[in-house]
């Protein structure tokens, strides 16, 4: 397994948030973790990226190293883990040029950052004909592009989704994921977490559910598909 | 009108100590969305640094150093003295994110405004008790001339503040906007959570916006040391207090603004004392500037503060 997490505990403050959630990810795999509003779905993947603090106990470990013992910039720097945040949340002050090299930041690899910035304006051709306006000024889809765009700069053994498809007419949705199709193909391996339970199950192949902070279900994407809970509580009956 | 012009010419100054100070308010608010109390005293410090730099190359080098003539070597020194200060106070402003700041990234904000002001405190009485009373006399390292120009006299010294202060606002500016730190300090300012998901150490931005902030508070503290060169331990309280009101005026974090609105508020404190008993400046300028951030509450360049900052 690429990624494994055991037993992974985060509180806010008093209140716990996740209660000791246990899953993995193998290599160029995609897999989603389902769930309502609230469930903990973003938690997992800030937990993951560094970005709040998991409890005494819990176990990362990423290519056989243990995630804990890494700073959240070196999470994306060495472990190669690039993380699409929710809400997309670019620097909506800065050139789309600006947000695509920022994300290649720390990177010593002219060649290959340019490489890249090709191939995000290959599978995005929108975003290059706006590289010099401001983000704030592009559309939901082109933003959710650019979100994407800026991972594949910072990192590509993995790429963490938060919510690809919140806010996206159903079109441009399709379009978002046939890019992250693409984009695994090439060989990163994508966590995907959505409240689009069928989105998200169809796109991925291995799915797990999450509720109130623990995981209640696991499974291939077709079973979870076909699973009366799943349809009952996800897939609307 | 040659009343108006010569007053300008002393605005000019005065508000140049406050410009330079008031950037480095600004930048550090702008980023770490922090008021540095201290910066100030960091001021007081770099005024300080600057006065035993350049009292040491001139005891090594004498005043007619290089074997240039006095004016020229004077100049070597003053040159090598605002390099060598900035570069020393940085590492001061460094010390006192890594030391003071660093450790409350996440506590309360006024728990890191109340650690500012006792950063103050320290650097003030730690002065005290290192260099003991008595003032100091910043060394004369221009010799003043004075031009007169339709009937407004302006002295080197004058020119001299005016233009590095602006020099060095411009460039700070200009490294700001296209540079790549400078790119992720602004990333920094519009969302602090997201930027070390793009590989970017935030603690090294952190440390790279309180130096450059602390450089040009060393250039403020050596420039105000060649017009008054008596320095004491306390000389950085007024003006921390005046430049932080400038970079709120400013705007959050921009630099042309803090830069801009450092000049206004020497205008408005130097023509206020020329109508007004002197005794009334601070408040009438205070007045004047409460007044507009009534009508501009976010100050000239800020923009209304965003909410998706945290998590």
Redesign the interface.
């Known amino acids: 397994m690429l990624l494994t997490v055991e037993n992974l505990h985060v509180s806010y403050g008093n209140i716990k948030a996740l209660h000791g959630i246990s899953f993995s990810v193998d290599e160029g795999e995609i897999v989603c973790i389902i769930g309502a509003n609230g469930a903990g779905k973003s938690t997992t993947l800030?937990a993951i990226?560094r970005?709040?603090p998991a409890a005494p106990g819990s176990k990362m470990t990423f290519d056989g190293k243990n995630l804990l013992d890494y700073?959240?910039?070196k999470v994306?720097?060495e472990l190669g883990i690039?993380?699409v945040?929710e809400?997309r949340?670019l620097?909506?002050?800065?050139t789309v040029m600006?947000n695509l090299?920022?994300?290649?930041?720390?990177?010593k690899d002219p060649a290959g950052v340019a490489r890249d910035m090709e191939r995000v304006f290959s599978i995005f051709p929108r975003l290059k004909e706006r590289i010099n306006q401001k983000a704030g000024t592009l559309s939901g889809g082109e933003q959710q592009m650019l979100a994407v765009g800026?991972a594949m700069l910072?990192?590509h053994r993995v790429m963490l989704l938060d919510e690809p498809s919140m806010g996206l007419a159903p079109l441009l949705m399709m379009d978002v994921f046939d890019a992250l199709r693409e984009i695994n193909k090439e060989g990163t391996t994508i966590l995907l977490v959505e409240q689009n339970a069928r989105m998200a199950l169809k796109f991925a192949q291995r799915g797990y559910v999450l509720e109130t902070g623990n995981i209640v279900l696991e499974g291939k994407s077709e079973d979870l598909l076909n699973n009366p809970e799943v349809k009952k509580a996800y897939l609307g009956g | 009108m040659e009343f108006f012009l010569q007053n300008l010419v002393n605005a000019l100054q005065w508000g140049s100590f406050y410009s330079l100070i008031a950037i480095g308010y600004s930048m550090v608010y702008g980023v770490l969305l922090l008021f540095n109390f201290a910066h100030g005293d960091i001021f007081m410090v770099g005024a300080y640094i600057g006065f035993f730099v350049s009292t040491a190359l001139l005891a090594v080098f004498g005043t007619g150093a290089f074997g240039l003539p006095t004016g020229v070597s004077l100049a070597v020194v003053l040159v090598l003295t605002l390099i060598i200060s900035m570069l020393l106070n940085s590492i001061v402003g460094m010390l006192v994110e890594r030391i003071g700041y660093r450790p409350l990234r996440d506590a309360p904000r006024a728990s890191a405004a109340i650690t500012g002001l006792m950063i103050g405190i320290i650097l003030e009485t730690g002065n005290l008790i290192l260099l003991g009373p008595q003032r100091r006399l910043f060394p004369e390292l221009i010799p003043t001339q004075t031009i007169e120009l339709a009937g407004v006299s302006i002295t080197n010294k004058k020119m001299l503040i005016v233009g590095v202060s602006l020099l060095l606002t411009l460039a700070l500016h200009q490294y700001v906007r296209r540079s790549?730190w400078g790119?992720?300090m602004?990333?920094m300012?519009?969302?602090y959570?997201?930027v070390?998901?793009?590989?970017?150490?935030?603690n090294a931005v952190a440390l790279l916006t309180f130096g450059l902030g602390s450089a040009l508070a060393a250039a403020a503290g050596i420039l105000y040391g060649t017009a008054y060169p008596v320095l004491d331990p306390n000389m950085g309280i007024l003006f921390g207090w005046k430049a932080f009101v400038a970079a709120i005026l400013g705007g959050r974090g921009s630099i042309l603004g803090a830069g801009l609105a450092g000049f206004l508020l020497g205008f408005i404190e130097i023509f206020v004392a020329t109508i007004f008993p002197s005794t009334m400046r601070n408040l009438i300028a205070f007045g004047i500037i409460l007044v507009i951030l009534t009508f501009r509450p976010h100050g000239f360049f800020g923009e209304p503060h965003s909410a998706?900052l945290r998590?």
């Open positions: 800030r990226s970005l709040v700073p959240p910039e994306v720097t690039a993380h945040p809400g949340r620097f909506e002050n800065l600006e090299k920022l994300a290649a930041f720390a990177r800026r910072s990192a | 790549k790119m992720a602004r990333a300012a519009y969302d959570v997201v070390p998901l793009m590989g970017i150490p935030t998706r998590l």
